[in-house]
């Protein structure tokens, strides 16, 4: 999903009863302005479930995944004031300055004013808490020749091409991201073949080893069910052949 799409994510968008995990990305939210379904991981899902258990505040059905809208902001402002638990007179001093402003941006602006600018806030919200982590980790901390760090959340989609191209095709690639091309008018894939492609490639889009090595343990494990079924096969025609010698003898 583009960084727009993840932050207009409401919850009622992502079944989680699917398997793989299904999420609708709604027509007003992407660049095509056409709904399309996509999957996320078994990894992703279960770091998703630990985000939404952590929230002060359970998420409903309708309420956004990610996003922080104006009317949120304003309330945990309010609510941190009046707890009056501030360690600096800085913090405090600016949410008192804060609250001011989106009191008066209540007064000034359309909520649909409001409503975009969330989006943009929480879009550099979400960057910036990337790029803060990027920047903890060495090894991840690398710019490439413009200078820019290499990990973003455009380089997460163009891994995803990658790594779904090379496991299956480009067009299935193309598809659950959301581009548009002539090529993709003519591939369809009803929901139950998709979700077993996805689930053909989901190693590929795996990052932690853990799941790559349980992928790797049931495979093993299905090899191993088909050798016993030949073992058993071969077993059952020698026997049969052992009862036409003793017949023939």
């Given amino acids: 999903m583009r960084i727009g799409e993840i932050t207009q994510l409401r919850l009622s968008d992502i079944d ?12 007003e939210t992407t660049k095509t302005r056409e709904t399309r379904i996509t999957h996320i991981t078994s990894e992703a899902v279960s770091s998703l479930k630990d985000y939404l258990s952590r ?3 359970p998420k409903q059905n309708q309420d956004y995944v990610f996003l922080l809208q104006h ?5 945990h402002l309010k609510e941190r004031q009046a707890k009056n638990q501030y360690n600096n007179t800085g913090l405090k001093k600016m949410d008192k300055k804060n609250i001011k402003i989106l009191e008066d941006n209540l007064k000034t602006t359309t909520k649909e004013e409001r409503y975009a600018k969330s989006v943009l806030a929480t879009n550099h919200n979400l960057e910036k808490q990337l790029s803060n982590l990027i920047k903890k980790i060495p090894q991840l ?3 490439n020749e413009n200078g820019r760090s290499s990990i973003h959340f455009h380089a997460f989609r163009a891994w995803f091409k990658t790594q ?3 496991a299956h095709q480009s067009d299935f690639a193309e598809a659950l991201m959301g581009h548009k091309s002539l090529r993709l008018l003519y591939y369809r894939q009803n929901d139950k073949i998709r979700a077993k ?10 990052i932690s080893v853990t799941e790559k090595i349980d992928r790797n343990y049931s495979d093993m494990q299905k090899d191993n069910l088909e050798l016993r079924g030949v073992v058993d096969s071969l077993s059952r025609q ?8 003793e017949i023939n003898n």
């Fill in 55 to 57: 929230q002060n505040t």
């Fill in 164 to 166: 779904v191209t090379d």
């Fill in 141 to 143: 901390n690398a710019k």
């Fill in 238 to 245: 020698l026997k049969s052949l052992e009862k036409k010698i």
């Fill in 71 to 75: 009317e949120d902001r304003l309330r």
């Fill in 197 to 206: 492609t996805y689930l053909d490639v989901e190693h590929a889009v795996t």
């Fill in 16 to 27: 989680f009863t699917r398997n793989p995990i299904t999420v609708t990305v709604r027509s």
